[in-house]
């Protein structure tokens, strides 16, 4: 069974940075794309960043492009997302999503809920 | 980027009665290259992540009822649920995965009239 969980949400302050991680399980995560997308409570789906398998390419949303950077260890079956320079703007749940071949996001984690406040 | 608009943003419908949402997207998602539209359609619950329910904008995900089906091409999508039943009331989004910066719909809210 395919299973992603996040972990790693936190109150932060604004300017700060966290790290959320995404443990992969029941597939071979090594050879998929991996995503996140975020959702601020009660709002709708917002694209956050993509990673090819290997790691070579990541793609971001202009909205955390300088500011926020993917990484995956496929050693671990674990992706991650580092979050520097935290706004008030950033605060959503965070979610992991892996990627078939052709883009569609076919699992989802339950999400991480970071908030940015002072 | 790309936008994706979903109307309407809410959707009262009876149970049994046929629910319809559209997607309209600013430019073509169509691939010249393989005539695949690169739209999906996803639900999301109450309290639960998103779960895919359609890709390819017609091609249901295993384990979906055929009461969802998904038709359109090029700019305009449809998601169909031809008789709701009390367990589809969720939030729908549209997404587009064809150009760089996937984008999605802002969704659509469907309850129970």
């Known amino acids: 069974e395919v299973q992603l969980v996040e972990s790693g949400g936190v109150l932060v302050q604004p300017g700060g940075s966290l790290r959320l991680s995404c443990a992969a399980s029941g597939f071979a995560f090594s050879s998929f794309w991996m995503q996140w997308v975020r959702q601020v409570p009660g709002k709708g789906l917002v694209w956050v960043s993509r990673m090819n398998a290997g790691g070579s390419m990541t793609l971001y949303a202009d909205s955390v492009k300088g500011r926020f950077i993917m990484s995956r260890d496929d050693a671990k079956n674990t992706l991650y997302l580092q979050m520097n320079s935290l706004r008030a703007e950033d605060t959503a749940f965070y979610y992991c999503?892996?990627?078939?071949?052709?883009?569609?996001?076919?699992?989802w984690g339950q999400g991480a809920l970071v908030t940015v406040s002072s | 980027d790309i936008v994706m608009t979903q109307s309407p943003d809410s959707l009262p419908v009876s149970l049994g009665e046929r629910a319809t949402i559209n997607c309209k997207s600013s430019?073509?998602?169509?691939?010249?290259?393989?005539?695949?539209?690169?739209l999906a359609w996803y639900q999301q619950r109450p309290g639960q992540p998103p779960k895919l329910l359609i890709y390819w904008a017609s091609t249901r995900e295993s384990g979906v009822p055929d009461r969802f089906s998904g038709s359109g091409s090029g700019t305009d999508f449809t998601l169909t649920i031809s008789s709701l039943q009390a367990e589809d009331v969720a939030v729908y989004y549209c997404q587009q995965h064809y150009y760089t910066q996937y984008t999605f719909g802002q969704g659509t809210k469907l309850e129970i009239k």
């Open positions: 999503t892996r990627l078939s071949v052709h883009g569609w996001a076919d699992y």
């Open positions: 430019q073509s998602v169509l691939s010249s290259i393989n005539n695949k539209n690169y």
